[in-house]
């Protein structure tokens, strides 16, 4: 974020490379202040292993596998997609809480990419994201769960997590520039948990009524949902007359993550732009 970094950005691959530069800056500035806030820390550590223990257990005792299955093998990938939606509402509040404090405005008076701040943010945010779901992962190991399709389909199934992260984390970078204030933000958080219900992550979505079931397999959780069980090898296979998001979860995996990158990174940029007229 320097003169020396604007005069190289002349060109297509100049510019590129000036983006590229600020952005990894603005993540380093996301990770320092998550590191000097230890609420969030805290928080952030804490909240996989209470949902590991609480849904193992609680909910692991009254519902039963579909074609039988230890119910933590099954519930393990349905946390691992709760907690990836967490990041929609965890970007959406720190990019709130930044334009409302005037730290938007400050980027904006400096000689740096424009795109570079919402790239900060959602970088930042999967690298938090990975260290959520390595908790996740242990505790999970520690009650039970374990990922029986090897090494390779282990780190597929972490990877298409990450990526669909990736395109809701900018979801969040959009919605955070658009509400008024960090309140309005902290109000949205609940709004996290209707979503990940509906859906297969905690329950086969079979006895649900029809119509709830039709929007329950075409939410990208149960899609990742689906294909981390199926790459983990835990139960919960989908059956023959699954919606094509489930029996088809990788590829759905991947189309959802690239239409949310798609949509809404331009809205961001563009939205963070509009911001400074």
Known sequence: M???????????????RWTVEDGLTLIGRELRRMRHEPGELVAALIFPAVMVLLFGYVMGSAIKVPGGGDYREFLLPGLFAMVTLT??????LRVATDASRGVMDRFRSMPMARSA??????????????????????MGLLVGWQAHGGL????????????????????????GMKVKNEQTADQMVPLIFPFSMVSNSFVPTEGMPGWLQAIADWNPLSAVTAACRDLFGNPGAPT??????????????LLWSALL??????LSIREYGRKGR
């Open 240 to 253: 023959a007359d699954a919606a094509w998001p489930v029996a088809n979860p990788v590829t759905a995996t």
């Open 87 to 92: 990041s929609v509402m965890g970007v959406t």
């Open 117 to 138: 701040v919402p790239f900060g943010h959602t970088g930042a945010d999967v690298l938090s994201g990975v260290l959520n779901m390595t908790i996740m992962a242990v």
């Open 2 to 16: 320097t003169m020396a970094t604007t005069a190289s950005g002349t060109g297509m691959w100049g510019r590129v």
């Open 261 to 266: 990158v798609a949509v809404f990174m331009p």
């Open 152 to 175: 390779l389909r282990t780190l597929e199934a972490f990877a298409l997590l990450a990526l669909l992260r990736y395109g809701l984390s900018w979801v969040g970078c959009y919605l």
